[in-house]
């Protein structure tokens, strides 16, 4: 479904991603990992379009979307939720999800004219709210919900633009462990699906192991290690370079 062929960016001198080149197929869930300033976000920023590449290329199903604008691969089917949440912070919970509930229908520009006709589109976003269990809070405006509450609207948004491939940044980060299950159940639910990609930078290692199909690992911008999550973490190459030297995996995985 999804294919970067010697991906890579440059900044000035430096070489953040180097030539990855790395397919993933549908019905299953990746986790990127890699120690700090390894390259996983920017990987994701050039997958997405919020960075255009130096070299290399992204193919969706056979497409080349290397000279798309992020918003152009978005319509195409890449969805992505970012470490940071990416919200409409003076509108209510319902009016963020309804707004990409519409943005999918293609509604946006007769969105202030016509909303009262179409009901079924407000229904359809309260649907996705009530799965991200935050009816509690659909008329709040944005800014006013604690940051785990934060973290699943933009996950409702993420689902009500129905991608084939959603690219999760680091979901949990700030969530407290209440907070966490109701995002890992949201991810299990899309993976159970079968129908959809999914890709996850993770450095909590038990989400990782519980989650992925398959774990990619990035050091210095190059792919190193590709593999089931088992064999993965037991390599050499893993354990040398990422569990360290007197670190454990959670202090040698850290997000970029």
């Known amino acids: 479904m999804l294919e970067t062929r010697n991906l890579s960016i440059k900044f ?3 070489t953040a991603v180097d030539a990855v080149s790395c397919t993933f197929e549908p019905g299953t869930l990746t986790a990127i990992v890699g120690p700090n ?16 590449a130096t070299a290399g290329q992204v193919l969706l199903n056979g497409q080349d ?18 470490q940071l949440t990416q919200l409409f912070a003076n509108l209510s919970v319902l009016e963020n999800v309804r707004l990409a509930v519409q943005a999918r229908a293609g509604k946006g520009l007769r969105m202030l004219s016509v909303w009262l006709q179409h009901r079924e589109l407000t229904d359809e976003a309260m649907n996705i709210v009530e ?24 996950v409702a948004m993420l689902m009500a633009l129905q991608p084939r491939v959603y690219m999760f940044d680091e979901p949990t980060a700030g969530m407290s462990v209440d907070e966490v299950p109701v995002i ?6 899309l993976k159970a699906s079968r129908q959809h990609l999914i890709l996850l930078v993770e450095h909590k290692m038990d989400i990782v ?24 973490i037991a390599s050499p190459v893993v354990q040398q370079a990422y569990l360290g030297l007197g670190l454990d995996e959670e202090e040698a995985l850290q997000p970029c």
């Open 12 to 14: 000035g001198g430096h």
């Open 184 to 189: 890992l159940d949201l991810i299990r639910e």
């Open 209 to 232: 192991r519980e989650l992925a199909d398959r774990i990619i690992v990035l050091h210095m911008g190059q792919l190193v290690a590709d593999g089931e999550p088992a064999a993965v």
């Open 37 to 52: 300033g390894a390259g996983k976000t920017t990987y994701f920023n050039l997958i997405s379009g919020q960075l255009r």
């Open 65 to 82: 979307l290397s000279a798309l604008s992020a918003p152009l691969r978005t319509r195409q089917g890449l969805g992505r939720a970012f």
């Open 131 to 154: 799965r991200v269990h935050l009816q509690a809070r659909a008329h709040s405006p944005a800014a006013s919900l604690p940051h785990g509450d934060q973290r699943k609207l933009e």
